[in-house]
């Protein structure tokens, strides 16, 4: 089966995404009989396109940066265009602004109206604008995946959606950000004070010059919004989610924790009470009999509680660029391929 | 979608698979427009069968055995049939025998020559003739999900499949029998013998009369079998398997692995080597910063090491029947519902 392909954002993630495609197009073939092409990629300024594909190894080579898109198409003789094309997928990997869900929000709305099915990896559009979006696929009879933007590589809604079939899920309970546990670790393991951590973080390439999403919390409160409202059935935004972030996580905390015997970590939480739907971050102790205790470093982990299958949970899928779009190409396999 | 099921073994997973299908009912017609209804269960001395669907109340509320239907026969006029007629879907949870297969195996070909398909719990038959019952499954394009034999509760074949849909698996590593978990958990906090903690474990209800099955290793070299020909393609046989139980680790060892900060586990393991799968199991110590080393007592766990996604697992889904029919239900519903 051929699937025409466009993709939006060419940062880390989506280069990520495109050298997938090169390095996986046999086996993809092979595995699912499915035969993706990339169609158009775009970025700040414009799109690149070609109905016959785009060459995966000269954009997989390039510098992450819409500026490669500029360059590509200098090169090509292909001419920037101001937008895409109907095709028949979408993946939506923008950076994120939990602001203004833009520009993620316009491409998801332009792709609905066109009935092409989405994969999203970036979270602004869909934590903004979660009814808006659901609503119009569902009238547009488009599918849209978004394994990408809560967690990634770690399977959470697929645990939810399908390993729980048939279950309640009574609570969820994540570490949700590998940045903001690795910092925490390192906290714990080198006994150094939140700054020294988040640098040394910085240095690795793990926290980002602007760590704010990570560090306050903010993207672990979009990925339990998310999956709140599609595993709770809850339609909470993200004013909704009590966040307290890590910033303020002292060595005096850390000490305390270890004298414990416990260990630090950010946690995403979403429960019923009262008959609604309740969410929160923050950072919590947890003993070594808890099943996420051995969750460290960029890891990441979520346990649900169920009324029939006890405990459940999913670990690891530590955060990288090559994790969140090998996310994305997972729900996009799942799309057209069922098994 | 109305779906009628034969269930064929009455034993405490059976029984609680009965429970299930009561309690839930309407929340399945609702969420997955699914109606079950269980038209025949067999045991040692034969079939009850109705057409119009057996008393689940009346089933779920009897002790778990096959003299129940024999007693359901009689109160209800019901005649034991010497088998079971032609239905949508079997349910297999007959006792494990890892020699014959039987019974299991018998009512899962007559299944497949009935074009039925198939829920398996029960791990014989699947593990002495897994190429004979694929083969005929295929041909007779009948479904068969396992879930209930491959560490029940604890999403093992759903990650491998689903979540990891697009990713090369490079090995497999669980902590897959929770009794065992369970005994070495007990040695290490308790700091008492193999022979103690067996022993605790029999009185609670968590390790059976004739424990050999669990504390040799059997039960999670046949999961660890089912998963590595599922997912890394081998078609290797119980025979394969390099076996060592939890029989052999002394006090001293245990005392050996706290001294090192680390805890003893029964490992399963496959991995592919030099062209071919190796299948193995046995006592293994693991550090803290091990995903598993949090999963303790009869939680069960297990990591995927891929070329894409990293390390990712499952964790929890703690042995119990209702865990185990949890997983059955959950297959079943997977069988006639796609999300």
Chains 1, 2 share one sequence.
Not at 103 to 114: L, T, V
Not at 137 to 149: E, T
Not at 317 to 329: D, K, M, N, T
Request: aromatic share 6%; glycine share 10%.
């Amino acid at each position: 089966m051929r699937v025409n392909l466009v993709l939006t954002g060419f940062g880390v993630v989506g280069r990520e995404f495109v050298r997938l495609l090169q390095e996986k197009h046999r086996f993809l073939r092979r595995a699912y009989e499915l035969d993706f092409r990339l169609v158009a990629v775009g970025g700040r300024g414009g799109f690149i396109t070609s109905e016959d594909g785009l060459d995966l190894k000269i954009l997989g080579d390039a510098e992450p940066g819409s500026d490669s898109l500029e360059t590509f198409s200098k090169n090509s003789g292909l001419p920037l265009m101001s937008t895409f094309d109907q095709a028949d997928a979408l993946i939506e990997a923008t950076p994120t602004d939990t602001d203004s869900g833009e520009p993620g929000f316009g491409y998801i709305m332009k792709a609905i109206h066109h009935q092409m099915d989405i994969v999203a990896i970036s979270k602004g559009a869909l934590v903004r604008h979660y009814d808006t979006i659901f609503t119009a696929a569902d009238a547009n009879q488009v599918k849209l995946k978004f394994s990408g933007a809560t967690a990634a590589a770690l399977p959470t809604l697929d645990i939810g959606q399908i390993s729980l079939a048939g279950s309640e899920i009574v609570s969820i309970e994540g570490i949700l950000n590998g940045t903001s546990n690795y910092i925490l670790s390192s906290m714990q393991r080198e006994q150094v004070s939140f700054e020294e951590a988040l640098k040394a973080a910085q240095h690795q390439g793990i926290a980002e010059a602007n760590p704010r999403l990570d560090v306050e919390g903010i993207d672990s409160a979009c990925k339990i919004l998310l999956l709140a409202n599609s595993l709770l059935g809850s339609r909470l935004s993200l004013s909704d989610v009590t966040v307290t972030g890590i910033v303020g996580v002292s060595s005096e905390d850390i000490i305390e924790a270890s004298a414990q015997g416990k260990k630090m970590k950010l946690l995403a939480r979403a429960y019923k009470q009262d008959g609604t739907v309740r969410v929160e971050v923050g950072p919590s102790m947890i003993g070594s009999d808890h099943l996420l205790s051995s969750v460290d470093g960029t890891n990441k982990g979520i346990v649900f509680r169920t009324d029939t299958m006890g405990d459940v949970g999913a670990v690891g899928g530590s955060s990288s660029p090559r994790g969140a779009a090998a996310a994305a190409l997972k729900d996009l396999i799942h799309l057209y391929h069922t098994t």
